[in-house]
């Protein structure tokens, strides 16, 4: 079966890990993150599989080579212009005329059950069916307005202020990333142009008494959006696994160095005395006997010297040869 896995964004939230790459080339205990989608979604089937790049294509392609390693055969979009989460789909219609088919977001870790997604799709010959999950935390996601099981709407953000104290009552739905689509979803995206499946999509298919189904999953699902969410998620994983941190290849770590729920990407240095405390450090950065580093992201200076960081993205300073941001 056939899948888009999106991973055109800018990730400007994730600035400046993302200044030489796009997020979903960002490695999470060693992996790129669309590996784990890769991996994930060939667990069901779904092992053709069409990427969209736009901002560092190459990071991407050399993150996934041909796609094999993740059990998929891949092939890659380049959008010039970025084209949004259903102008991607128009780019690559060609791909998808056949039979149901995936789109998935290219920065989520998840094990939700595709198989109970789709036997809810089919049951209600939808012609989408988005996968959403209970917003028990009312984090900052979409509220997903649904009832029988169909979609009517899409609302702002969740009102933190409505949650109850002891943590129970209905909570906000949110969706996943993750869809189901059938190829009449064609008839609905307009051609050429920038657009977002929610705003110029679904709502004139909903006008029109096409089914946009709701599946409500319960599974682990992990969105790796910011740079807190990215370190957040990378130590919670690491303490599954009874690590305190992962280094990657070419690393040079002082035998008196303290790391704790560090992420170490290639190439990096840490000298004699250093203390890495729940910090993130990018390749090729080195730090200095007796330095102190806690909840961080570090790059190097020459990374991102003379260059205009993102709106959305975090302030940092220059310390020395490398560019901190504090989380």
């Known amino acids: 079966m056939r899948a888009i896995i999106l991973s055109a964004g800018y990730g400007t939230r994730l600035w400046p890990l993302t200044e030489d790459r796009t997020k979903p080339a960002i490695p999470i205990l060693g992996k790129p993150l669309v590996g ?3 991996e994930y979604i060939a667990t069901y089937g779904f092992d053709d599989i069409v990427v969209n790049l736009h901002h560092r294509p190459e990071s991407v392609r050399a993150a996934l080579g041909d796609g094999s390693k993740f059990g998929v055969k891949l092939r890659s979009v380049e959008e010039p212009v970025i084209l949004g989460t259903s102008g991607a789909l128009d780019n690559t219609r060609h791909f998808f005329q056949d039979d149901t088919f995936l789109s998935i977001n290219g920065k989520i870790i998840t094990d939700i ?14 012609l989408a069916t988005l996968v959403l999950l209970e917003n028990k935390r009312r984090e900052r996601f979409s509220v997903v307005e649904v009832e029988q099981g169909r979609i009517t709407g899409f609302g702002g953000m969740p009102d933190v202020n409505v949650m109850p104290e002891d943590g129970t009552g209905p909570a906000p739905l949110m969706f996943t990333g993750i869809q189901l689509l059938e190829p009449r979803i064609f008839d609905y995206i307009p051609r050429g142009v920038f ?3 929610v705003t110029d999509v679904y709502p004139p298919a909903m006008a029109n008494g096409e089914t946009i189904a709701a599946h409500i999953a319960s599974d682990t699902w992990r969105e790796l959006s ?13 303490k599954e696994q009874g690590q305190r941190y992962v280094a990657g290849s070419e690393c040079n770590l ?18 004699d005395g250093a203390q890495i405390r729940r910090s993130v450090l990018a390749d090729d950065v080195q730090i200095p006997n007796d330095a102190k580093i806690e909840n961080c992201v ?10 205009t960081p993102p709106e959305k993205a975090l302030k940092g ?7 901190i941001v504090p989380l």
């Open 195 to 197: 657009s977002h499946s």
């Open 317 to 323: 300073q220059f310390q020395g040869e490398n560019f």
């Open 226 to 238: 910011t740079l807190k969410r990215y370190l957040d998620i990378s130590v919670e994983m690491l």
């Open 36 to 38: 784990y989608v890769a």
């Open 298 to 307: 570090v790059v190097p200076r020459a990374l991102v010297d003379g260059k």
């Open 254 to 271: 002082a035998p008196s160095a303290v790391i704790d729920d560090a992420v170490l990407w290639d190439n990096v240095t840490v000298n």
């Open 113 to 126: 059950d595709l198989n109970a997604a789709l036997e809810t799709h089919r049951k209600r010959n939808a």
